[in-house]
């Protein structure tokens, strides 16, 4: 069963315009993760944030986490047409980190 | 680092067939590998965790007769659909990770099986 589920499911905006995605997971876990797939391509890895992280940066990229709510913003400032693609949150939990992946958030920006 | 390869990118094959799809970790020792599979549209749904050596965990729902993991090396396993139907139509996406760092998975790019 998937533990992510992310909103909104496709989100279209404007280059240069900030992108906000969501994921909300249900049980504990141990780390979250987002990662990027251009349209028939495999997973490119942009940001892991552990349990005990509220908050992370990378580049334009800025991930928030609050393990209350069960939930997690992924936000792409600044975007690019090159952003588009999906965007999924991944969860692990337990001993052996085996990753439960969201339904994703199809983000198009256009030029 | 951190590359994994599959092979091939793309496969054709009539119903009946079986298909082998190959999923390299280059650079590294993979203890474990994991194989999903991507109907389009959709998101990614773990079918099995393989660790070398050992024999493969399907999750539930996969059936192990129909999609054989092997993974007896390091640094490759291999997945074969067998007796494909059109229904195995799918995107087959494996991953990788180390002993030394459980919570990373390096992707490989994903085989595009299509079953006529």
């Known amino acids: 069963s998937q533990q992510g589920e992310e909103d909104p499911q496709a989100l279209s905006i404007q280059e240069g315009e900030n992108a906000t995605m969501n994921c909300s997971y249900k049980?504990?876990?141990?780390?979250l993760q987002w990662y990027r797939q251009n349209s028939g391509r495999g997973l490119v890895h942009l940001i892991l944030?552990?349990?005990?992280?509220r908050e992370k940066h990378s580049g334009r990229l800025r991930v928030t986490l609050d393990t209350s709510k069960k939930s997690s913003s992924l936000l792409i400032t600044a975007s690019r047409a090159a952003d588009t693609a999906s965007y999924f949150c991944a969860t692990d939990q337990g001993s052996n980190y085996k990753l439960t992946f969201g339904k994703g958030t199809l983000l198009t920006v256009n030029p | 680092g951190a590359v994994v390869s599959q092979h091939p990118s793309w496969v054709i094959c009539k119903s009946g067939t079986s298909v082998k799809i190959e999923c390299r970790s280059l650079?590294?020792?993979?203890?474990?590998m994991f194989w999903y599979r991507q109907f389009p549209k959709q998101s990614l749904m773990l079918m099995a965790t393989s660790n070398e050596g050992s024999k493969a965990t399907y999750e539930q729902g996969v059936e192990k007769d129909k999609f054989l993991i092997n993974h007896a090396s390091l640094t490759l396993s291999t997945l074969t659909v067998t007796s494909a139907h059109p229904e195995d139509s799918s995107f087959y996406i494996c991953s990788a990770r180390s002993a030394h760092r459980l919570y990373e998975q390096y992707f490989g790019p994903g085989t595009r099986l299509t079953v006529t």
């Open positions: 049980t504990s876990i141990n780390n």
């Open positions: 650079d590294f020792q993979a203890t474990t």
């Open positions: 944030i552990r349990s005990n992280e």
